[in-house]
């Protein structure tokens, strides 16, 4: 593997031509068509379903999580 660095488009031509060569040109779309772009705003979302909690809470549950494993 090359230590090239590669613009955006260059990973993307070279990731779409593994496809192709992996999967066939009907194997290659049907992988692209499994993504979507995401909707709405993750960040104003995840707050409904996230506790509120302050980086200090947060360490202290993930300390006592780690106590409990032993």
Not at 41 to 55: E, G
Request: net charge positive.
């Amino acid at each position: 593997m090359s230590a090239t660095v590669l613009t955006p488009n260059e990973i993307r031509v070279r990731g779409f031509e593994a496809l192709l060569r992996e999967l066939g040109a009907a194997g290659a779309v049907r992988f692209i068509q499994q993504y979507e772009s995401g909707r709405g705003d993750y960040t104003r979302n995840r707050r409904t379903w996230l506790p509120h909690q302050s980086v200090r809470e947060l360490a202290q549950a993930v300390q006592k999580q780690d106590a409990e494993k032993g």
